[in-house]
């Protein structure tokens, strides 16, 4: 029997909360720059407005909280909007913020066109620059590894920044690039003012994934791996299915700009503890509560985080988790490596970890108690961290 280094109560019941503004999984949000507003557009093309009384919207982003974060162009701000449309004031005395994207950390990132920089904000609202010396940085989008893509709309050009803040240059010989996002395979999309959207694979292969349109802006995929195409000279967005047949989605935008798509909402179920791992049988287990009993089955992603966790100053985390989760005495799935068996499945999520040596299981769970046993995969010592979330 495996001795228990720690038992962690971990007692999160996995409710189900309703907001009755709450979009459902899959709308689009569109940031609307000549109107004002920003229109929430569902997958059959109904569009309402979700938020107004902006300036001049450019980019959107949400948190894992289901929150809109709204980069306003010509207001120099980026507001808050939770789930309800409530708007607040997150930061304000930009400079022409644009592109907007969070890390896996929650930390808030926009590209400020005005003075060139990329900053970094956290979730308490502290802001520090991440880059500079850039030529009107527009979009950013984070590859499953945490590193930063930025299309640089003066230049041309689309540069990639490691998790630590190096930059390369990843793409040349565009014509002032706009929105760019990522499929789960990694490939990186990208909207250029020739009326194309480029594909480049993580390598940086090149080729034309959509033609004949106008000026697009805003690209977005949704779970399925349709991309959605807003298109500012039509006022159009377009959905382009995977085999690549283009239809019209809405229209009547005015100015549409940067996209973003209504993510699971993920409910950390104060399930968020660390603990040293010892390695051989000193495992550490954490237990956690399905419920209620008459809620349904409900899909959770439970992970174990160790290498990356020193990117948040961690002294000593475990090199190579492996996580087990069972019921009772049953075991229902383990993994060692989170892109071993369930990659694109997790990906899709938003909750990949970023170090490859960690451990992810998406799974479905019936109402009742069940068990993380966390142990290292190559028998050293170390903290973890064990989360385990809801999918809505």
């Known amino acids: 029997m495996k001795k228990l280094l720690q038992v962690l109560a971990l007692l999160g019941n996995l409710l189900l909360l309703t907001h009755p503004l709450r979009a459902d999984v899959g709308d689009i949000y569109v940031a609307n ?59 304000s005395g930009l400079s022409k913020p644009y592109g907007l994207a969070f890390d896996s950390a929650g930390n808030l990132y926009s590209a400020d066109i005005g003075s060139g920089k990329i900053f970094k904000t956290t979730p308490g609202g502290v ?22 893509f930025e299309t640089d709309f003066g230049s041309g050009q689309v540069f990639k920044f490691t998790p630590a803040g190096a930059k390369s240059t990843f793409a040349t010989g565009l014509t002032s690039p706009g929105g760019i996002t990522l499929d789960v395979a990694g490939n990186i999309y990208v909207a ?21 349109l106008s000026q697009p802006t805003g690209l977005v995929f949704d779970r399925v791996g349709n991309l959605y195409v807003a298109d500012n000279a039509t006022g159009l967005i377009s959905k382009v299915i995977p085999a690549g047949t283009r239809t019209t989605l809405v229209s009547g935008l005015s100015n549409p700009q940067y996209l973003a798509i209504q993510p699971p909402t993920r409910q950390l179920l104060n399930i968020s503890t660390r603990a040293k791992v010892e390695g051989g049988d000193n ?16 899909t959770v992603v ?7 966790l ?44 970023t170090d490859d040596h960690e451990s992810a299981i998406l799974i479905t769970l019936a109402p009742g108690t069940y068990t993380a046993v966390v142990s290292s995969a190559n028998s050293s010592t170390g903290v973890a961290l064990v989360e385990v979330y809801k999918l809505q």
């Open 127 to 148: 802001k520090s620059t991440f880059a500079s010396g850039l030529n009107s940085p527009a979009g950013l989008a984070f590859d499953h590894v945490g590193n930063l």
């Open 302 to 308: 439970v992970r174990v985080l160790g290498p990356s």
């Open 310 to 353: 020193a990117q948040a100053g961690v002294s000593g985390p475990l090199s190579d988790p492996s996580l087990e989760l069972f019921k009772g005495q049953t075991l229902l799935k383990a993994n060692n490596d989170w892109k071993d068996t369930q990659e694109q499945a997790i990906t899709a999520t938003g909750l990949a970890p």
């Open 192 to 212: 250029d003012a020739t009326g194309t959207v480029f594909k480049f694979t993580p390598a940086g292969a090149k080729s034309a994934s959509v033609t004949g």
């Open 33 to 91: 720059f000549a109107a004002g507003n920003v229109y929430r557009v569902t997958p059959d093309g109904t569009k309402t407005v979700f938020v107004s009384g902006l300036t001049s919207p450019s980019g959107v982003a949400f948190d894992a909280k289901g929150n809109l974060f709204v980069a306003d162009f010509a207001a120099n701000t980026i507001s808050m909007v939770t789930p309800q449309a409530v708007k607040t004031t997150f930061l």
């Open 283 to 298: 495992v550490m287990i954490a237990g956690f509560i399905v419920g209620p009993a008459d809620s349904g089955d409900n």
